[in-house]
């Protein structure tokens, strides 16, 4: 008889399995990504929590949802970008760079969810019990029943969370994590994938709430397969320089809200700490009379956020000009300098130009336009901006200044931060209700916005 092949091919991508290496993935498309690992025997009765039970169909009508499904992590960014809340029985993904503070957030949540008479699990693979100690010390008191496990094995994991039948699970991380059923190293493809797979079982049979931590490639992608992120239900990204003191949590995915939510956290030495009003963090020490810097007002999800758009364009020595963006889009910049010359007849060839967002924000957003617009004129004519002034607006490639969604909400985070002036598109102000406290000027061309300014 022929012996079996002990090995196989993963993508390292999407997790698609081949019995010879492909040069292109046919799943995902993607070029030289399929590496070769062991393929253990797997046995039948190990790769189930428990036996088979006959499921019965439900009607909706017959299937309740009642607002204690949902539990407080006891800090509101958080819940806002979970959706209002932890969901019973959900296997939430927390993505980040190292040191950026993943287990310093969910250490700080476990203390909280311990607090209010939840039982939580902590599983660390990476860290020994005396230095999870040191780090609980530093963040404060810890009461209720929170249990701390160092463990790196799946089939001891899964015995210890029947045995406490804890409320909340947190993995630290996934990598580490292995079966020893899979014959290939922990953190490989074959490892993460059979790994979550479990885990997901023991979440949703039980109705566990799971939170699996996952390092990051040099891309900024959780490491591992992407079939990963298709299995959990919220995916969570921490982004931030880690040098820097604030950190933002993005949710990418989730099944329970919406993913346009974004939560703000400042890193102090002990701990995390929430940053209820971003827009006042983002504009601390803005310069007064300097020109090119601009405030602009983003959405991310409901929220409006003030952010401080800088510029500084200078005589070019190079042949071909030099275009730096921090924070945007690079090709933006390109496209709205380009806009700014052809429709208001600035030689901005002859220039360098640099953009940034002040505080280290990255935002795409359209609305962002005119700002950076406006910025890249005042830094070229030396000429400052009002320091009360707050500009906002989608720029088309005919010079047009076009509408923005939530311009209300815009309004009214500038009232609430003492702005005097507000330019923004002429078809948003027809809109909207007018206020006293905010003068509202309505453009509707670039060369419109550049005489108001």
């Known amino acids: 008889m022929a012996k079996a092949k002990a090995t196989a091919f993963f993508c390292g991508e999407c997790g698609y399995e081949s019995a010879k290496w492909m040069g292109q993935c046919p799943a995902c498309k993607q070029w030289n990504t399929f590496v070769e690992e062991p393929t253990g025997k797997k046995d039948s009765a190990s790769g189930r929590i428990r036996p088979v039970q006959k499921a019965k169909p439900a009607l909706l009508s017959e299937i309740s949802i009642e607002e204690k499904d949902r539990v407080s992590t006891g800090y509101q960014e958080l819940d806002r970008v979970l959706g209002g809340g932890v969901v019973g029985g959900s296997l939430v993904l927390v993505g980040g760079d190292p040191g950026i503070g993943k287990s310093t957030l969910l250490l700080q949540v476990c203390r909280n969810l311990a607090a209010k008479g939840q039982k939580v699990l902590y599983i660390s693979g990476e860290e020994s019990l005396k230095q999870i100690k040191l780090r609980a010390n530093r963040i404060g008191t810890v009461t209720g029943e929170l249990l701390f496990l160092c463990e790196t094995s799946l089939d001891v994991i899964g015995e210890t969370i029947r045995e406490v039948k804890p409320d909340i699970v947190i993995i630290d991380s996934i990598q580490t994590m292995f079966r020893e059923e899979i014959a290939s190293a922990p953190g490989s493809v074959s490892q993460v994938r059979e790994s979550t797979s479990l885990l997901m079982q023991i979440a949703k049979g039980d109705g566990i709430t799971i939170f699996i931590v996952g390092h990051v490639t040099k891309e900024g992608v959780v490491a591992g397969p992407r079939v990963l992120e298709h299995m959990v239900d919220t995916v969570l990204y921490f982004e931030g320089d880690r040098h820097a003191s604030y950190r933002i949590l993005r949710g990418v995915k989730n099944r329970f809200g919406s993913t346009n939510e974004i939560g703000v956290f400042e890193m ?141 909400q815009r309004v009214h985070e500038a009232v609430k931060l003492g702005f005097e002036t507000c330019i923004l598109p002429q078809i948003c102000l027809d809109k909207m209700n007018k206020t006293d406290k905010l003068r509202l000027i309505g453009v509707r061309s670039v060369r419109e916005a550049i005489g108001v300014l």
């Open 268 to 408: 102090r030495q002990e701990g995390l700490i929430q940053v209820e009003n971003p827009s006042e963090f983002m504009l601390e020490g803005r310069p007064k009379g300097a020109s090119g810097a601009v405030v602009a007002c983003a959405m991310e999800g409901t929220r409006p956020i003030l952010l401080e758009v800088q510029a500084l364009v200078t005589q070019s020595n190079l042949g071909i000009p030099r275009r730096t963006s921090a924070g945007t889009d690079y090709n933006r910049v390109n496209l709205l300098m380009a806009v700014l010359e052809k429709r208001c007849h600035y030689e901005m060839g002859r220039y360098d130009a640099y953009v940034n967002i002040a505080g280290g924000m990255k935002m795409n957003e359209p609305a962002l336009d005119l700002a950076i617009l406006m910025a890249l004129v005042s830094s070229l004519k030396d000429r400052p901006v009002e320091a009360s002034t707050i500009v906002f607006g989608e720029v088309g490639l005919s010079g047009e200044v076009r509408a923005v969604s939530m311009a209300e």
